[in-house]
């Protein structure tokens, strides 16, 4: 009987035995100690190797960490964002391109319509006529509409090709700024480099010099002992100047209450001045002096000249009385305080045969109560609508008494009569908003409104308190778009 033992495979066990690399470096060159502990337990004996990796492989280490880091230098994300964005407002140029030639398409079919009508007109009578009639106005009225429509079509490609040139612009702009930077880090990664060179050579002339490192060492030892002498004796025995500090500090506290103080004297002085003055003023004003009011010019003796034939000028004052600002435009006796009086002394200046004569007001005009609370409100919205009437039209009076809609957007300001857009326009630095100052039958509750050089309004509200709540809505927009919104020759 024969006896058959299994075969083993010599692939087989090549597989299982794991070659070792030449190139592997172990952690010690000589086999590991052991010794046996507690249950036979075999435990390795610590190398005693304590220290940590030389300063020279540390340098080493961060000479490499900063060549990694100026190899990930990049500007590839950033500006594919960019091209993306650009890339969405040229598609969105040629959107607006694809609309205004449907537009013009919509001209010429509904001029084509309303000629076929024409002619059916003159051939129909009765109840057919007046169909057909009433098909003509649709027509006219449908026209009308793709008229305004077309304008809104040109105001938006207008509104997308500055956006196109504004990330164009953007695009550019960052690309340099990302370019300087490169080159910054690159240059500061080049100046760490050669730092680092430096100490490299510096550490091994010292390893060649072993008396010079003891030497160095010895003068390190002795000026770190110096210093903590030096911070035993601050703690025990405080400096003159810390002192010094200390008094310096409380001077400057007590100029900063003097000088608070002074001008709080000095705006008391200026009131009390205006005030005695006014005992002998020749004219005074009637009105209570809070913004939503309306001040009026009256003698306050016989000896007033008549305001009639006199020339009046109305000037805005800083709360002390040194400044004085002219507001153009106010030239009557009457002015109503705007939002931009609040905190101001106003004076009138009153010229007759050679002769001046001021009025100013007792004291700073005061705000309306619940005015603010009302504008954040309404700058929370989006847009703000008011009904207004239009008194002038370009300083002309405009006899139609209909209401209109005043609309206070945060990019533009809108005045229409129903579905006629009579102005719509954007911030900018030739628009003019402020109260008005000319002749107008209820100036506390009226405004001037310039959209552009060449056209203006006095628009008159239903109550102050949502006019001057224009005007601060409106400013608060403008600002928000960098435009100082105000009236002529106003100091913002």
Not at 61 to 89: C, G, I, M, P, W
């Amino acid at each position: 009987m024969t006896k058959i033992s299994p075969d083993i495979d010599e692939t087989m066990l090549k597989e299982l035995i794991v070659a070792v690399s030449a190139d592997v470096s172990f952690a010690s060159d000589h086999f590991p100690k052991y010794k046996l502990g507690p249950d036979n337990q075999i435990l390795e004996e610590p190398t005693g190797d304590n220290n940590g990796p030389s300063l020279k492989e540390v340098v080493e280490r961060e000479t490499t960490q900063l060549s990694e880091q100026h190899k990930r230098l990049s500007v590839r994300d950033l500006a594919s964002k960019f091209d993306k964005n650009l890339a969405a407002a040229a598609k969105l140029a040629d959107e607006a391109k694809l609309k205004e030639v449907a537009s013009l398409e919509g001209h010429v079919l509904l001029k084509k319509l309303r000629d076929a009508l024409e002619s059916l007109r003159g051939r129909m009578a009765g109840r057919n006529k007046e169909d057909v009639e009433k098909a003509i106005s649709m027509v006219e009225a449908l026209a009308v509409k793709l008229t305004q429509n077309e304008g809104e079509l040109i105001h938006e490609k207008f509104e997308v090709k500055k956006l196109a040139n504004f990330l164009k612009q953007a695009s550019e702009d960052a690309k340099k700024l990302v370019s300087q930077e490169k080159s910054f880090a690159c240059a500061e990664i080049e100046s760490a480099r050669a730092v680092v060179q430096r100490f490299g050579d510096a550490l091994d002339e010292q390893e060649k010099n072993p008396e010079n490192s003891q030497k160095t060492q010895e003068v390190e030892e002795l000026i770190v002992e110096v210093q903590e002498g030096r911070r035993i004796k601050l703690m025990h025995q405080p400096t003159k100047v810390m002192d010094m500090e200390h008094e310096l500090r409380a001077l400057r506290a007590q100029i900063r209450e003097k000088s608070l103080f002074q001008a709080k004297l000095q705006k008391e002085l200026a009131i009390n001045k205006m005030a005695e003055e006014n005992k002998v003023r020749v004219f005074g004003f009637h009105g209570s002096g809070t913004l939503g009011s309306c001040l009026k010019l009256q003698p306050c003796s016989d000896n007033a000249p008549p305001l009639s034939k006199s020339m009046i000028q109305w000037y805005r004052l800083s709360s002390d009385g040194n400044r004085r600002e002219i507001i153009s435009g106010a030239n009557k006796t009457m002015y109503a305080p705007e939002p931009l009086d609040v905190g101001r002394i106003l004076q009138a200046e009153i010229l007759s045969n050679g002769r001046k004569i001021s009025a100013t007001t007792a004291k700073p005009i005061d705000s309306a109560a619940g005015l603010g609370s009302y504008v954040e409100t309404l700058l929370r919205k989006s847009s703000s609508e008011f009904n207004v009437v239009v008194s002038q039209i370009n300083g002309q009076d405009h006899p139609s008494r209909s209401t209109h809609a005043f609309n206070i957007g945060k990019m533009r300001i809108k005045l229409c009569r129903g579905w006629i857009t009579k102005a719509r326009e954007n911030y900018s630095t030739s628009m003019l908003l402020c109260g008005a100052r000319g002749d107008a039958n209820a100036p506390a509750k009226s405004l001037f409104w310039q959209p552009r050089k060449g056209l203006s309004y006095v628009l008159t509200f239903e109550s102050d308190k949502e006019r001057n709540a224009a005007i601060m809505a409106a400013r608060k927009h403008a600002l928000d778009c960098s435009v100082m919104l105000g009236g002529p020759d106003d100091e913002m």
